[in-house]
């Protein structure tokens, strides 16, 4: 009964779009020949498309192609916008946005972001390898992210449901970040910049190419913050420093390596981070400077792809992952004390892929991945011990998907996954798409997906005794069905614009609360949840050298139960985008301006809504191979904050003011 509804919802939705859209497709079309086939294209002629993504498919494509609405952020946007880290980048996308408790960043998808959920509802790939880690399936996107944002090529964001490719945590969002290499970071590249709150970061990159088959690339990266001195109202006593902290500090070290010999290529990254924690969460000492975090991880990944013919090609995959949570909070029960959190993930996942064209006008895909958890281990103690889980587990998927060209002008794509997971059985994830080239100029997607995120090692066994936390003995994974059209159209030589309309419905969301009874946080499948969104975006691109993109995002995103809206969900995000040149092609200014509307608290308050502006300045050249930029953060020192997590006394965490930052980096 529930494939039937299904069915009819897939149904009805094409019909309404068709109806719409039908007089545009029987419309006059341009004579423009139809683009080379990708799957043949010499990845020199690839390299020269516009835009082009990898991750929505497993493989090369158009962005108007893609069964998804794709953001690509590139190199040069990252460098001449002044980002500092992965959240950065990923809160210029439309329909995202950011939370930050002063510890980790979180990130937002389409008006959805949970208190107690660290990022699990997307997944996130390093050149194709997963980085969700085995126990809370979560990437920071702050200083914990695994590579330095200076060695990044480009980000690839497809919003919507991804299971059908990728199985869980591809729920709302996959975000596929592809680094660097030889070709190019040629040679040495030495970076160093200093920041407000006494910030120092510094890092040197090698790049070599032996020859066209084989390159290497290796890097380093230093990172200390003292952080600012924060005021909380909350502690406004004499007892607790007036309300006023400065524990906020941060470092980081990374090592990163890629390196390739004619169809093998390996990446390996090693990133260790300690972090002051300033907001006295779970009721620890207000100010003590021993409440921190530590959090290391380390990937190594070597992947095998080969072209057998023009019409069949192979892509193997194998990689090892190891990641330390050490976590000290200090309390005061009759005398200072520190309990302590420990978490420990080791596991190994390996994916074997085949793209083939069996036939004219058929392009499939289908693979087998699997992933053995060899170590999911949780503990917490102080002077008794009151978790100490060691778990490990195993699941496995297999999916298909065919790229069917129906006529010159329709594309059909249709994929599905099944899973298999010991903790609740199987689930199978189907999407489709239809996609309509009116002409070069025009493109409309009509999409529908479904997805699943499997509850994790910390949701389902966490127990610190009376401390916290319980464990609910058993948890049911997440489902979410997403139905949307897109609409792509160049407006002309320099300027296009996207506009995007969804509905998604989540079932068995997963979600912290605090139980009455015993005052302990518990996750249960406590949720359906309803959204209805738009997503529009401007892009332009001049031959004077500016270049920008404007969005705009509307959701609203509300509990079916109780029609209430739901916390830490902004409904408007407005953000422009503009790079300039000032002086020749030497100079370039690149403005930033975010918007974020204001967000339901824990509380049923609200954090108000703030306008942000970024400005950087990039002076390329000075002298040959230097590159000078200076950055301010906050232009006009919006005071702002955003909603507080169930552990925080804090109902607004206040964030950042006006903060400065001047890098200069010298290739030779």
Same mark, same amino acid.
Request: proline content about 3%; aromatic content about 14%.
């Given at each position: 009964m529930r494939t039937i509804k299904s069915v009819g919802k897939i149904t009805a939705f094409?019909?309404?779009?068709?109806?719409?859209?039908? *007089?545009?497709?029987?419309?006059?079309?341009? #004579?423009?020949?139809?683009?080379?086939?990708?799957?043949?294209?010499?990845?020199?002629?690839?390299?020269?498309?516009p835009y082009t993504v990898s991750g929505a498919s497993k493989y090369e494509q158009k962005t108007s192609e893609a069964p998804a609405s794709v953001t690509i952020i590139t190199a040069d946007e990252i460098r001449k916008y002044g980002y500092k880290t992965m959240a950065d980048v990923l809160e210029s996308v439309p329909g995202l946005f950011i939370t930050y408790d002063r510890n980790y960043h979180y990130i937002g998808v389409r008006g959805f972001r949970r208190p107690g959920d660290y990022d699990s509802r997307i997944l996130i790939l390093l050149n194709g390898h997963r980085l969700n880690d085995n126990v809370y399936d979560s990437v920071s996107t702050g200083t914990t992210f695994p590579v330095d944002i200076d060695l990044i090529e480009k980000v690839e964001v497809m919003r919507g449901p991804g299971s059908s490719l990728y199985g869980s945590n591809a729920f709302l969002a996959v975000v596929n970040v592809i680094t660097k290499d030889a070709k190019t970071l040629k040679g040495v590249e030495v970076s160093g910049e200093v920041a407000s709150f006494d910030t120092q970061k510094e890092r040197i990159s090698y790049g070599k190419n032996f020859d066209?088959?084989?390159?290497?690339?290796v890097s380093a990266?230093?990172?200390?913050?003292?952080?600012?001195?924060?005021?909380?109202?909350?502690?406004?006593?004499?007892?607790?420093?007036?309300?006023?902290?400065?524990?906020?500090?941060?470092?980081?070290?990374?090592? !990163?390596? %890629?390196a390739t010999a004619g169809d093998l290529s390996l990446i390996a990254t090693y990133l260790p981070r300690e972090k002051g924690i300033p907001t006295a969460p779970y009721d620890t000492v207000f100010g003590d400077s021993r409440t921190r975090t530590n959090d290391d991880m380390t990937l190594v990944g070597l992947e095998y792809?080969?072209? !057998?013919?023009?019409? !069949?090609?192979?892509?193997?995959?194998?990689?090892?992952?190891?990641?330390?949570?050490?976590?000290?909070?200090?309390?005061?029960?009759?005398?200072?004390?520190?309990?302590?959190?420990?978490?420990?993930?080791?596991?190994?996942?390996?994916?074997?892929?085949?793209?083939?064209? *069996?036939?004219?006008?058929?392009?499939? %895909?289908?693979?087998?991945?699997?992933?053995?958890?060899?170590?999911?281990?949780q503990k917490n103690w102080d002077s008794v011990v009151y978790l100490d889980d060691h778990r490990h587990s195993n699941n496995w998927g297999v999916y298909i998907q065919d790229e069917w060209k129906i006529f010159d002008k329709w594309t059909f794509i249709g994929g599905i996954r099944y899973d298999e997971y010991e903790i609740f059985g199987g689930t199978t994830n189907p999407r489709l798409a239809l996609?309509?080239?009116?002409?070069?100029? %025009?493109?409309?997607?009509?999409?529908?997906?479904?997805?699943?995120?499997?509850?994790?090692?910390?949701?389902?066994?966490?127990?610190d005794g009376d401390a916290t936390t319980k464990a609910p003995g058993s948890l049911n994974p997440e489902?979410? #069905?997403?139905?949307?059209?897109?609409?792509?159209?160049?407006?002309?030589?320099?300027?296009?614009?996207?506009?995007?309309?969804?509905?998604?419905?989540?079932?068995?969301?997963?979600?912290?609360?605090? #139980?009455?009874?015993?005052?302990?946080?518990?996750?249960?499948?406590?949720?359906?949840?309803?959204?209805?969104?738009?997503?529009?975006?401007?892009?332009?691109?001049? #031959?004077?050298?500016?270049?920008?993109?404007?969005?705009?995002?509307?959701?609203?995103?509300?509990?079916?139960?109780?029609?209430a809206i739901l916390v830490d969900s902004p409904k408007h995000l407005a953000k422009f985008n503009v790079i300039s040149p000032v002086i020749n092609d030497n100079l370039f200014a690149g403005l930033e301006v975010l918007y974020t509307s204001r967000a339901k608290t824990l509380t049923d308050n609200y954090a108000n809504g703030f306008w942000i502006t970024n400005l950087t300045l990039t002076y390329e050249n000075i002298v040959?191979?230097?590159?000078?930029?200076?950055?301010?953060?906050?232009?006009?020192?919006?005071?702002?904050?955003? *909603?507080?997590?169930?552990?925080?006394?804090?109902?607004?965490?206040?964030?950042d003011g006006r903060s400065f930052r001047i890098k200069l980096t010298y290739r030779f």
């Open positions: 094409i019909t309404v779009i068709l109806l719409a859209v039908g *007089p545009l497709c029987f419309a006059g079309h341009s #004579e423009a020949d139809v683009p080379q086939d990708l799957f043949t294209m010499p990845i020199e002629d690839l390299a020269e498309q066209e088959t084989h390159n290497l690339l990266t230093s990172y200390k913050s003292d952080g600012p001195t924060l005021h909380f109202k909350e502690f406004d006593t004499p007892a607790t420093h007036n309300g006023n902290v400065s524990n906020d500090d941060d470092k980081f070290y990374n090592l !990163f390596c %890629t792809k080969h072209d !057998f013919t023009d019409d !069949f090609a192979l892509r193997g995959r194998v990689s090892y992952h190891n990641y330390n949570y050490d976590g000290g909070y200090v309390y005061d029960d009759n005398g200072l004390y520190v309990n302590k959190d420990r978490a420990r993930g080791r596991w190994v996942e390996s994916e074997l892929q085949f793209i083939a064209k *069996p036939i004219e006008n058929h392009k499939l %895909t289908w693979g087998v991945e699997d992933r053995y958890n060899a170590v999911q281990n996609i309509y080239q009116h002409s070069d100029a %025009t493109t409309v997607k009509l999409l529908y997906g479904r997805a699943f995120r499997a509850p994790n090692a910390y949701e389902l066994y966490y127990n489902k979410i #069905e997403t139905y949307e059209a897109v609409l792509e159209q160049k407006l002309n030589k320099n300027l296009s614009t996207t506009v995007s309309a969804f509905h998604y419905t989540m079932d068995d969301v997963l979600d912290q609360y605090l #139980e009455p009874s015993d005052n302990l946080l518990i996750f249960r499948n406590l949720r359906e949840i309803k959204a209805n969104g738009i997503e529009t975006a401007l892009l332009g691109k001049w #031959e004077n050298g500016v270049k920008g993109r404007a969005s705009y995002s509307f959701v609203e995103a509300r509990d079916s139960q109780t029609n040959k191979g230097f590159e000078l930029s200076a950055s301010v953060y906050n232009l006009f020192d919006v005071d702002y904050g955003y *909603p507080g997590g169930n552990e925080h006394t804090q109902d607004i965490i206040e964030q």
